[in-house]
């Protein structure tokens, strides 16, 4: 299994263009989520989603919007990229999202610049 | 709002000599507790768990206290490695469950 994969690595964005940071998993796993490590940080609960359809906000959604349609995939998309985005992204999964059961298993991250 | 923290922002630590990392949280009715290890540009890794009906858990090389008295929960490594160099991350999660809280990071190094 190739875990939880990330893609773009590195990103280097204007302020106001869009993009989508893709995070696919293979150990069908229910529930995934986006968190965001500023410097020095720890990580912030962007979205997450229960199941495939199925997204909810975090602790700061706001300049974010994610979609599910496969149990696999769980894009990130920014619309207007501001530099309060500049960040480290990291995609997370976990089999049932009851975190005393089951650990999150985290992406290697992606590193996003605004200028 | 409920929030974890760690007392500890940098830990230097001679190799072979044990580790301790701390941490304090604030929601009382978190159930359960991770510790995870971030190395350079790398995602965090799990290291170990611990609920709340617990006081002590140990893994290899690593154990977690949990002291729910005073809201304190701390990571033990034995004979700390170059390789443990990383930052370590507690976090936790309340009676809802899945979502988790985390705490803003240790950076240990370990000197040789």
């Known amino acids: 299994n190739a875990g939880v994969t990330q893609t773009p690595k590195f990103r280097i964005l204007k302020i106001g263009q869009s993009m989508t940071l893709q995070c696919a998993q293979d150990?069908?796993?229910?529930?995934m989520y986006w968190y965001r490590q500023d410097p020095g940080m720890g990580l912030k609960l962007i979205y997450y989603?229960?199941?495939?359809?199925?997204?909810d906000k975090g602790e700061v959604p706001n300049g974010y919007n994610v979609s599910r349609s496969t149990t696999e995939d769980f894009p990130l998309r920014l619309e207007l990229a501001a530099p309060s985005q500049t960040s480290v992204y990291f995609c997370?999964?976990?089999?049932?999202?009851?975190?005393?059961?089951?650990?999150?298993?985290f992406g290697p991250g992606t590193r996003l610049l605004v200028l | 709002g409920e929030s974890v923290g760690l007392h500890l922002p940098t830990l230097s630590v001679q190799e072979g000599d044990n580790s301790i990392i701390n941490c304090a949280y604030s929601?009382?009715?978190?159930?359960?507790f991770i510790w995870y290890k971030q190395e350079s540009g790398k995602g965090p890794q799990f290291i170990i768990d611990?609920?709340?009906?617990?006081d002590k858990r140990q893994g290899q090389r690593v154990t977690v206290l949990l002291n729910k008295t005073v809201k304190h929960l701390s990571l033990q490594i034995a004979a700390t490695q170059p390789g443990d160099s990383a930052v370590y991350f507690c976090?936790?999660?309340?009676?809802?469950?899945?979502?988790?809280?985390f705490g803003g990071g240790t950076r240990v190094l370990v000197k040789p």
């Open positions: 989603s229960v199941g495939a359809g199925i997204t």
């Open positions: 997370a999964s976990s089999h049932s999202g009851r975190a005393s059961q089951e650990t999150q298993y």
């Open positions: 976090a936790e999660s309340g009676a809802a469950g899945n979502k988790l809280t």
């Open positions: 611990i609920r709340s009906n617990m």
């Open positions: 929601n009382s009715a978190s159930d359960y």
């Open positions: 150990m069908n796993h229910n529930y």
